[in-house]
């Protein structure tokens, strides 16, 4: 490594989400000691399926200093309150996992206590009544809600959907304005330091050598430089998520423009759908042991709400993880590192956390084993409840397709087995450390497939029944009246951000 006292290097392999997102925020927070540059080749496609997000995305724009309406126009955006799940616990049922709070919590219970309490007197509205996200989205509205100080009503946290090419695209402008230099030319050799056995440059096709101290490798699945160069290997976990093949098509944009991804199951996996201002994004994630290409992608045509406007795209994957994302002087952000299918938008969060992760290890000096041990820690425990919340979306079902019998019988990671243990027998949901998923999600997931105990906590029967009917009613009742005030999605969108060429037809009209 380069003397700290010097300028020292960061060369980032590939570009794409992953990389203009590491490029960007490597250039708005290392100082004049650091140099920057990504490396990657035009004639090499990058993987557009993460355009739906979860609300830690708005803090990663705002800690860059970008404008929101202005990021919205640059990236076709929407705006997106939850995720619809159509068809997951058993065919012909839907159910929201929402952003935000559910219901509200009393004395020391949070909320769902109350409800499982209500619900097996058969007194309970469904969940989402109680979950204003999830009313606000079936109501196809949205406001940005500041809240005054005490108030009664909780906030309402929203990420984005965006098309991911125009995403990269932008935080490019944003990072080369910033000092980023940006080399064209496809990954041909890497070379590796004699002693120490670091990364010391990369060789371009063209023979141009990148040289660096830190390389991060953001080269999609390939993982040149993590798997390709350090042979850092690779945890599959496809005997729990077992989907390989996705297939991704854009297609016309319909009304009304939802504020919400939705996520519909099929025979063999499950289809994606996801509103832009200027086109829908649609795919279809299946396992290639019960569906054949073919099929899968007549499947997916046959349900777009609009006209294709393009040939399905086919994307093979593994789902798991590097059994380091941290190996010598490389860390692998993005697909490089694992891969979970996106069901719950987190391919991107994913992405922006190792990067918080890069920049709160980034090294003084030589990289200390400690450092990065602590940074693979990390990493692993993130990915690994994800992935657990995940599999729960497959398991909880009560489909009769081979493939979902298939996951009902699963056997589940010790930590999920003991999440749903708990759960049935007490109703109890806890967060270890500092897992993406908290409880609202959990309670959402399980009670929308249809895992709900007969019990709760006993603190919940100290209110009388008529106590307990007017908490629970003044809850829906007050999130009702508040998503009511709040404009149309797209009439919302179209003041304060349209695209110029795709406002909403509602608002043409």
Request: charged share 25%; proline share 5%; aromatic share 10%.
């Amino acid at each position: 490594m380069a003397d700290p006292m010097s300028q020292r290097s960061i060369v980032i392999a590939g570009g794409g989400t992953a990389g203009w997102m590491t490029a960007a925020a490597l250039a708005r927070f290392c100082g004049r000691g650091w140099a920057i540059t990504l490396a990657e080749s035009d004639e090499i496609g990058t993987v557009g399926v993460g355009e739906a997000t979860i609300p830690m995305i708005r803090l990663f724009n705002q800690a860059l200093g970008i404008d929101e309406a202005e990021f919205l126009r640059e990236t076709q955006g929407t705006w997106k309150l939850a995720i619809e799940f159509d068809g997951w616990g058993a065919p012909g049922e839907r159910y929201m996992h929402a952003f935000g709070q559910v219901g509200r919590g009393l004395g020391l219970l949070p909320f769902h206590h109350y409800w499982l309490r209500a619900r097996a007197a058969g007194r309970a509205r469904p969940l989402g009544d109680y979950v204003l996200n999830d009313v606000a989205a079936k109501a196809n509205r949205f406001a940005h809600v500041e809240r005054a100080a005490g108030s009664a009503l909780p906030p309402m946290p929203s990420a984005f959907h965006f098309d991911a090419g125009l995403y990269a695209a932008y935080l490019r402008r944003y990072a080369e304005a910033r000092g980023v230099s940006r080399i064209e030319g496809r990954i041909e050799g890497i070379e590796r330091g004699g002693e120490s056995g670091d990364i010391a440059a990369l060789v371009l096709a063209d023979g141009v050598r990148v040289a660096g101290d830190l390389f991060v490798d953001c080269s999609g699945f390939r993982g040149l430089l993590i798997e390709g160069a350090l042979e850092t290997g690779f945890e599959d976990w496809g005997h729990w998520l077992p989907c390989d093949r996705a297939l991704a098509v854009p297609c016309e944009r319909v009304e009304p423009l939802i504020p919400y991804t939705r996520a519909t199951a099929r025979s063999a996996g499950w289809q994606w759908r996801i509103p832009l201002q200027h086109r829908t994004g649609n795919g279809y994630v299946f396992s290639s042991v019960h569906i054949g290409e073919d099929e899968a992608a007549s499947v997916l045509l046959a349900n777009l709400d609009g006209a294709p406007q393009a040939d399905p795209r086919l994307l093979k994957f593994r789902a798991g993880k590097r059994r380091k994302a941290w190996n010598r002087n490389v860390v692998a952000i993005g697909l490089a590192s694992g891969f979970l299918e996106p069901l719950e938008s987190t391919s991107i969060h994913l992405i922006q956390s190792g990067i918080t992760r890069l920049l709160d290890f980034l090294p003084n000096g030589p990289v200390a084993a400690a450092d990065r041990d602590a940074y693979n820690r990390l990493t692993d425990f993130e990915i690994e409840r994800i992935r657990d919340f995940v599999i729960l979306h497959y398991f909880a079902n009560r489909r009769d397709d081979p493939f979902w019998e298939a996951q009902r019988h699963m056997a589940l990671p010790e930590s999920l087995n003991f999440r749903l243990d708990m759960f049935r027998s007490s109703g109890r949901i806890i967060r270890e450390a500092d897992e993406l998923f908290d409880v609202p999600g959990w309670i959402q997931v399980l009670a929308g497939q249809g895992i709900v105990p007969d019990r709760w906590h006993p603190l919940a029967d100290e209110l009388g029944a008529d106590q307990l009917d007017q908490f629970l009613a003044t809850v829906a009742d007050a999130y009702a009246r508040d998503a009511a005030r709040m404009p149309g999605h797209a009439d919302y969108l179209a003041r304060f951000c349209g695209a110029p060429s795709t406002l909403s037809q509602s608002s043409i009209a």
